[in-house]
């Protein structure tokens, strides 16, 4: 994986690193812990420049989080509260739970986008009850973009550190991603076993 994603910068240089991140971002198929520590260590051996390999990863990142955002504007608080009235339990949530997280995610948006674009996993799937909630778009953007700078230029900045050992960054990164999947699939699972409908 680590010599096709060097050989695809290569041959496409920031604006593969942008791409990358994109794809990242919308379909995960390559985590950002593989991307930005090897374009970080690309940089050090005088390939691309550390300042723009953060800028194109945090472009494209961004760009990505603006397609769920969308896709959650799309879906809409209505449109997702008939979906719960009819499937509450595999969602897990009721139409009211819903009015209540949108109620606090508007209150806490801001900070929920940049903490939430720091861990993985839910880095991604922030973006979406922003979409819900309607928060503005410039606001979105202006969170999401600290936040993913500072993703970006961890990841790059180690990798650009660590040099030859830059395949370590995933290492450490990986296991805390599998417990963060592991936890939020036990969560649903027990959302799923003990849903109530607050209707019933």
């Given at each position: 994986m680590f010599d096709w994603i060097g050989s695809f910068m290569e041959r496409t240089g920031y604006v593969g690193i942008a791409l990358l991140m994109l794809l990242e971002n919308v379909f995960p198929p390559i985590p950002s812990e593989l991307i930005?520590?090897?374009?970080?260590?690309?940089?050090?051996?005088?390939?691309?420049?550390?300042?723009?390999?953060?800028?194109?990863?945090s472009f494209g990142s961004v760009a990505g989080a603006v397609f769920w955002y969308y896709v959650g504007r799309w879906l809409g608080r209505e449109r997702l509260k008939k979906?719960?009235?009819?499937h509450g339990r595999w969602l897990t949530v009721s139409p009211q739970d819903i009015?209540?997280?949108?109620?606090?995610?508007?209150?806490?948006?801001?900070?929920?986008v940049l903490i939430g674009r720091?861990?993985?996993?839910?880095?991604?799937?922030?973006s979406?009850?922003?979409?819900?909630?309607?928060?503005?778009?410039?606001k979105f953007l202006a969170y999401s973009a600290v936040g993913t700078a500072m993703w970006s230029g961890f990841l790059a900045a180690t990798g650009y550190a660590l040099e030859d050992q830059y395949r370590n960054v995933a290492g450490w990164?990986?296991?805390?991603?599998?417990?963060?999947?592991?936890?939020?699939i036990?969560?649903?699972?027990?959302?799923?076993?003990?849903?109530?409908?607050?209707?019933?």
């Open positions: 930005m520590p090897l374009a970080g260590f690309k940089a050090a051996r005088g390939e691309f420049n550390l300042t723009l390999v953060v800028l194109a990863g979906l719960a009235a009819r009015d209540a997280a949108a109620s606090w995610f508007q209150r806490h948006c801001g900070k929920s720091l861990v993985p996993t839910v880095r991604t799937l922030i979406i009850p922003a979409g819900i909630a309607e928060m503005p778009l410039r990164v990986n296991p805390v991603t599998n417990i963060l999947i592991g936890v939020l036990a969560w649903y699972a027990y959302r799923v076993i003990t849903f109530r409908s607050k209707d019933g």
